[in-house]
């Protein structure tokens, strides 16, 4: 069953980047990623408030029990780590197809694998060791197919963000296998619930003081996609546009559910981090074909070449941890 659940979360995770792809055409990168927190955030003071009311019964999946600093200090690292991948993500999003930073991102699970390898001291076998040479070959496809658009891997900084969000997102991979494992297996057990409901807040707050930083100090650039055909706000200020403000919705929609799905599937008995993150990078195909048909983009052809060798990636990946 938690693959089920898994699957379903990659499903919600795809459904997410074509709406965020679309909230940040026509809008700058740090009041959508606020406007994402702030929802998000919302969505889960219902559980938290519903906990400490006792409206919500501990047997509840969406319990949140209350958490003293002890508990809390990890969840804010969690939210520091989260949030530098979402915006170093963010502006790679708005500035690269997203045909091109799908693929990118879904190299994510290799690099878990690298981490466990040097964290923990994990071996790999010999399935794992193609997976990830099939990942490199992936990663240089894309730079070709990147150089076909005008796109140079080696000194773009669009891609150079995407690249380090994905790192900062294995990392937070791994810091949720070490913060939902039980104390006996050397993790802390932290509650679900209580990670990702507080980690949302955390964010919110840190992305406010972000917020209020480009707005006192310098003012948010009016930062347009190229060929998105906005015309400059002379001297002002644009919280959201009439047309980004559905999608940003969305945006914490899909990825509180998918987040919620994800860490449901990780409780569950008998369930493989390693798996579960490998099945939510799955999401790769969902936002391509979406952004393909959406977005119009163009190369498609090679670009899904070098998405197919991912997946195969992926799949060796799988087999190797099935050993």
Same mark, same amino acid.
């Given at each position: ?59 509840s999946l969406l319990y949140v029990p209350s958490q003293g ?69 992936? /990663? #240089?496809? $894309? *730079?070709?197919? &990147?150089?076909?658009?005008? +796109?140079?891997?080696?000194?773009? =900084?669009?891609?150079?963000? !995407? ?99 994800? /860490? #449901?599937? $990780? *409780?569950?008995? &008998?369930?493989?981090?390693? +798996?579960?993150?490998?099945?939510? =990078?799955?999401?790769?195909? !969902? ?37």
């Open positions: 069953m938690w693959l089920t659940y898994a699957f379903l979360s990659a499903a919600l995770l795809g459904c997410y980047d074509v709406c965020k792809k679309q909230a940040l055409r026509h809008q700058a990168v740090v009041p959508v990623l606020f406007l994402n927190t702030f929802f998000c955030s919302l969505i889960f003071l219902v559980p938290v408030l519903g906990s400490a009311a006792g409206w919500i019964g501990q047997d600093w002890a508990v809390q200090r990890y969840v804010v690292l969690k939210s520091l780590i989260v949030l530098s991948s979402w915006i170093l993500g963010y502006y790679g999003m708005k500035y690269l197809p997203l045909t091109l930073v799908g693929p990118i991102n879904a190299t994510r699970p290799v690099m878990v694998l690298l981490g466990a390898m040097l964290f923990f001291g994990e071996r790999l076998n010999l399935y794992q060791w193609v997976g990830v040479l099939l990942a490199i070959a992936s /990663f #240089y496809l $894309l *730079s070709r197919s &990147g150089r076909r658009e005008g +796109i140079d891997f080696r000194h773009n =900084r669009w891609v150079a963000c !995407v690249v380090l969000a994905a790192v900062l997102g294995a990392l937070s991979g791994l810091y949720d296998k070490y913060l939902m494992a039980a104390p006996e297996a050397g993790g802390v057990g932290l509650n679900r619930m209580v990670v990702q409901s507080y980690y949302n807040f955390y964010q919110c707050l840190l992305m406010g003081l972000v917020l209020l930083g480009e707005y006192f100090l310098a003012g948010v650039r009016d930062e347009k996609s190229p060929g998105s055909g906005d015309a400059p706000v002379a001297g002002g200020y644009r919280l959201w546009s009439r047309s980004s403000l559905l999608p940003i919705v969305l945006v914490s929609l899909f990825l509180s559910v998918a987040d919620f799905v994800y /860490f #449901y599937a $990780l *409780s569950l008995d &008998g369930a493989m981090v390693s +798996i579960v993150s490998m099945v939510r =990078r799955s999401s790769v195909v !969902v936002s391509f074909l979406l952004g393909a048909w959406l977005f119009h983009e163009r190369n498609l052809r090679s670009k899904a070449i070098d998405l197919a060798l991912v997946l195969l990636g992926m799949v060796f990946l799988w087999l190797g941890s099935g050993d």
